[in-house]
């Protein structure tokens, strides 16, 4: 058995395939089931992460994969004190 790849328009299916030989002894080919549309988060992705956890695999990692922490401002006490103060409505009673 092999998977096969087939496509219909624009879009492209993936199909479970048994190779076999016919009374004559020719080798034929016949499908046994269709699988799925292949596309990103298609009915084979879903098969396949099912699959993985019947096997006992971890989930692979989620679309934050190449996500990196690199940098961030402080938030001191000057910037939160003037924050407060401006969320409080303070800053229109000083310009009156």
Known sequence: MFIKVTQSGNRRYAQL?????????KPRQRTVCTLGRLEAGGEVDTLIASLRRAQGVAPAASTLEGLRFTDSRHAGDVWALSELWRCLGFDDLASS
């Open 17 to 25: 395939v048994e190779s076999f030989r016919n009374e004559e002894g």
